[in-house]
Every structure is written in structure tokens, then in C-alpha cells.
């Protein structure tokens, strides 16, 4: 005689357990020597990028141009003429919008041109400030899933407009970093941070003296 589905069917709700690989790749501690590795490296790329176009410098080693100054390059406090050059950038972009298999998607290029561009004053100022943010949370492992996460988002819309550049590389290793979120930035400010906030799920992982009494356990 046949099962019924309801014979079958798990009584209650259940999770797959984590393969013990992604758990020691993504939450063990013993691994995090790796992402903060990986960690210093996306967050370098990040704030050179930022003081790229905060002061018009390129701040990145062994580059030719290393410490001179581009007017191009600086895309705020520039004198009444702030997002001048991410303009430049977004027209860029548009210009790829174009012929039969554009580098930039119609919906992504009315996006960029009905919003970005009449705003590329205060939307430069985000841009720079946040690829700022994201690479000096990253170097000093400071909420590292979050500051990954935003710095995946940027790559994500730079991607979208066209630039390629180190971006897919950069994508792939931030969100590596928002898997490994909870000891990408064990070797920094997170191991002193995280334990304080804790998760939504979880409350604060930390404990006064009361509370760790409390929690021992009696003696037998």
C-alpha cells in the first residue's frame, strides 16, 4: 500500500545542517588569518578609490602617477563645479547604452539618466564618502559583513555603468567577506565589536559577572 504524503511529511520544521567545509571556511576562527588578508586588500583598493576622488591624488603604490594631482580625477570639493567629473563618468556610461549588444542595459541607463545625472552633485559625495567608509571599516575589521556589503553593492552598480576594471574581482572577494562575516574581521575591531552588538537573533554575546555565574553550571 502506497504512503500517504501526510505519512511522509516531516512533523515539524527542520535545517540542513552546515557542510562542515563552509563552516570552517566561513566561521571558524582558525581561518580568519585568510580573510583578513583578503580583507586588507579589498579595503586598500576601496579608500585609494575614495581619495582618488576626494582630493584628485592616486594614493595607489608603484603607480606612475602616484601623487599627482588630476582635476579630473576629483569628483567633490572642487569649487562650485562638485560631480562635475562623476558626470563625466555617467555620460560615459550612457554612451554605452548603445548598438546591438550595449555594455549598459536601457533600464540601468534610464536609471543613470533621469536620476543620477540631474543629482551627480550630492550623489558624488556618497559615492566617495562611502567608498571611504567601506575601505577603512575593511582595513581595521570594523562591522566587515556591512562594510563588505556596501562595498559589493558599489562594484555591483559600477559593473551595471559599464566599468570593468577590477570590479569582478573586487565583487567576488566582498562577498566572500559578507559570508565570512563573522571572522573576516576577527584580527580587528569585530572581535571587540561584534561580541558587544551581538545578532538580532541572539542579543549581546556579552555577559557581567552576575550573568556569567548565573550561567555556570551547578555542581553535582
Known sequence: MALSLRAIKPATAT?????????????????????????????????????????????????????????????????GHDGAGFAGFINGALAKSTGAHPDVQGWYASFLRDFVLPNTGWVAYIITF???????????????????????????????????????????????????WRVAGYYGLDSYILPLLGTPWTGTLTHDAEDIKDLRPATV
Open 15 to 79: 535545517t540542513i545542517p552546515e557542510p562542515p567545509v563552509a563552516k570552517f571556511a566561513f566561521a571558524d576562527t582558525r581561518i580568519a588569518w585568510l580573510w583578513a588578508i583578503v580583507r586588507l586588500y579589498v579595503g586598500y583598493q576601496w579608500l585609494t578609490a575614495g581619495l582618488d576622488k576626494l582630493v584628485g591624488r592616486n594614493f595607489t603604490f608603484g603607480a606612475s602617477d602616484f601623487g599627482v594631482y588630476n582635476a579630473k580625477a576629483q569628483w567633490v570639493f572642487t569649487g
Open 130 to 180: 562611502g567608498e571611504v567608509l567601506v575601505g577603512l571599516g575593511l582595513i581595521v575589521g570594523c562591522l566587515t559583513g556591512i562594510a563588505a556589503f556596501f562595498g559589493l553593492f558599489m562594484n555591483f552598480n559600477f559593473l551595471l555603468a559599464g566599468a570593468v576594471s577590477v570590479n569582478p574581482i573586487l565583487g567576488i572577494l566582498s562577498l566572500f567577506l559578507v559570508l565570512a
